[in-house]
């Protein structure tokens, strides 16, 4: 009864799929302000990686990356206020990233189409990136979604079906989109080892970045920390390839780094991708992955009516 009522909203919210990522962040990316020019950042460039050590090693296939990438630990502690702690500048304040650092994260997967290829690609530089996948895509396709814990990414989720305003919604409605975002990760990972289970991340971002103080404090409550971005390149507008790329080391040149959205449903992304890697290691960025902060997942599953740990308790 219960899997058959999830559905049918399923299948009512993908209507608004295909409208989903064009207003992403479009609005807050003309809020930013002009910061250095990278030149002047360049000496906090060896500052900005916090592993030395992980640094030493060459990426066999990418001399430009270290084998390993440098993680950054991120709170999910609320503030004095009770709202979710909230990360990136185009909304939110900066977090733990420093500059020259760059955190990538890619939205509304895993897609069936690209998922794979974005996988091979990160593999190639040695990556460790974070997604933050659709609970509706996850739920449908759990091998994907297993394939990316094992490779060693991080994962929050992106609500169930990404309406892409939830404000629009009724709080319960909002409510059930959250909630069902990270029930389909989860369930996916189900049977996978605990490591892999546990690259699920006490993480969330709204889609089209459309947060509200209501849900901002009911992630808050439940010890899960919201997502915006430090800088994007555009990409959910459907430009080339070439144009991607050259928005995202402009506008990461803008911001010094930080955590940078892109899209692994547009083709023009995923042709892009590789280059904007190379070219950003190029230039002297170094790529952290973000991660939650020692007991952050426990922390959220022993919150009242947690948004993880829910698979594991209905057995
Ligand atoms: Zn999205």
Redesign the pocket.
């Known amino acids: 009864m219960r899997l058959s009522v999830l559905f049918g909203v399923a299948v009512a919210g993908l209507a608004g799929l295909g409208y ?2 064009r207003s ?1 962040v479009s609005g807050f990316l003309s809020q930013r302000g002009v910061n250095l020019p990278v030149a002047e950042m360049s000496g906090a460039a060896a500052a900005a990686t916090p592993k030395a050590s992980a640094a030493a090693v060459p990426c066999r296939t990418d001399p430009l990356a270290p084998a390993v990438t440098p993680t950054v630990t991120f709170s999910s502690e609320p503030d004095t206020s009770g709202k979710a702690a909230r990360y990136g500048t185009l909304q939110y304040p900066r977090g733990p990233i420093l500059p020259m650092q760059i955190a990538l994260t890619i ?2 997967g895993p897609d069936a189409t690209y998922h794979k290829r974005v996988l091979d690609i990160l593999d190639k530089h040695c990556l460790k990136a974070a997604f ?1 996948f ?1 609970g509706w895509y996850a739920n449908a396709r759990p091998d994907l979604v297993r394939d990316t814990a094992a490779r060693g990414h991080t994962i929050g989720t ?2 169930w079906t ?1 309406p ?1 305003n939830l404000r629009r919604l009724s709080a319960e409605a909002q409510i059930h989109q959250i909630g069902q975002g990270f029930w389909g990760s989860e369930k996916a990972l189900e049977s996978a080892p605990a490591d892999q289970q546990a690259r699920l991340a006490p993480f969330f ?1 709204f ?2 970045l459309n947060d509200s103080p209501t849900m901002l404090a009911y992630l808050g409550k439940r010890r899960i920390a919201a997502f915006s971005s430090d800088f994007g390149a555009d990409d ?1 507008m459907g430009i080339s390839a070439a144009e991607v790329e050259r928005r995202a080391l402009k506008q990461g040149a803008s911001s010094r780094g930080g955590v940078v959205i892109l ?1 692994e449903t547009r083709v023009h992304t995923v042709e892009a991708l590789d280059s904007i890697i190379t070219e950003f290691e190029r230039r002297g960025y170094r790529f952290v992955q973000i991660v939650p902060a020692p007991g952050a997942r426990d922390a959220a599953a022993a919150a009242p009516d947690p948004l993880i740990g829910r698979v594991r308790a209905k057995r």
């Open positions: 989903a990522y992403d939205d509304d933050f659709v992106h609500s990404h892409n971002r889609p089209g959910w899209h």
